[in-house]
């Protein structure tokens, strides 16, 4: 049974992937609208989680200055930009991690050694959590962390390698987490993957020794410190 779910689900999100890319983009708004979140939550329910609803500041209990709203990063997000090439000495974050979607994700599709989301609204947090215990079996890494914190107090673990981001803050607040990676670069020689949808602080990772492995519609990834042996 599992495997039937598992296979209906990398259907329906190479469906989605399609539909994006050669259908949905072009639709007028309000029909793009209606139509994205029609998609997202049928997924949702073969997937067996809640992610689909995006979350606005009056429900977050935050501003921009702190963060951006709740949306949900793309079901083809990973597989577009990690393929084959997780181990299982891998660490994967989420920054602004949400209801769960890409932790669960990474959790289910490759073989890291711990995934992480680290999360600000405990309300999301929760929602990720019950996404996490309906969907534990499923699961190929079962070392789960979610955390409520402020990205600004979190202490960034230095066994990180795969780092997700969909635009979740910006400025100051990108600013520190992007020193505590490099920080945690010093300390730990590794090479580190940002996976970045919507990069809107490009410059600023380029400028501090990020750079550009690849780039596809609306999302970017790159990497900084060691290179990889061939």
């Known amino acids: 049974m599992i495997g039937l779910q598992n296979w209906l689900s990398q259907?329906?999100?190479?469906?989605?992937?399609?539909?994006?890319?050669?259908?949905?983009?072009?639709?007028?708004?309000?029909?793009?609208?209606?139509?994205?979140?029609?998609?997202?939550?049928?997924?949702?329910?073969?997937?067996?989680?809640d992610s689909a609803k995006d979350v606005g500041y009056d429900e977050l209990?935050?501003?921009?200055?702190?963060?951006s709203p709740y949306n949900?990063?793309?079901?083809?997000?990973?597989?577009?930009?990690?393929g084959d090439s997780v181990s299982t000495e891998d660490v994967f974050i989420d920054f602004g991690s949400g209801k769960g979607r890409m932790v669960c994700m990474a959790a289910r599709e490759y073989p890291f050694k711990r995934v992480i989301g680290v999360e600000i609204c405990e309300g999301l947090t929760a929602i990720a959590r019950r996404n996490i215990q309906k969907n534990l079996h499923r699961m190929r890494c079962k070392n789960i962390e979610l955390?409520?914190?402020?990205?600004?107090?979190?202490?960034?673990?230095?066994?990180?390698?795969?780092?997700?981001?969909f635009n979740p803050f910006f400025g100051d607040v990108f600013a520190n987490v992007i020193r505590k990676l490099l920080d945690s670069l010093s300390r730990r020689p590794r090479q580190l993957r940002l996976i970045?949808?919507?990069?809107?602080?490009?410059?600023?990772?380029?400028?501090?020794?990020?750079?550009?492995?690849?780039q596809l519609p609306d999302i970017t990834v790159y990497v900084a410190g060691l290179k990889q042996s061939s």
């Open 61 to 67: 209990g935050f501003d921009a200055r702190t963060g």
């Open 11 to 49: 259907w329906f999100i190479k469906c989605e992937n399609w539909f994006v890319k050669y259908i949905l983009r072009f639709l007028p708004a309000g029909i793009y609208d209606k139509t994205r979140f029609l998609k997202q939550y049928l997924i949702d329910r073969i997937q067996r989680i």
């Open 147 to 165: 955390i409520t914190a402020n990205v600004v107090n979190y202490e960034v673990p230095d066994e990180i390698t795969v780092v997700y981001m």
């Open 72 to 82: 949900p990063g793309s079901w083809w997000d990973l597989k577009a930009t990690l």
């Open 196 to 214: 970045y949808r919507i990069p809107t602080m490009h410059e600023f990772l380029v400028q501090n020794g990020f750079q550009v492995e690849t």
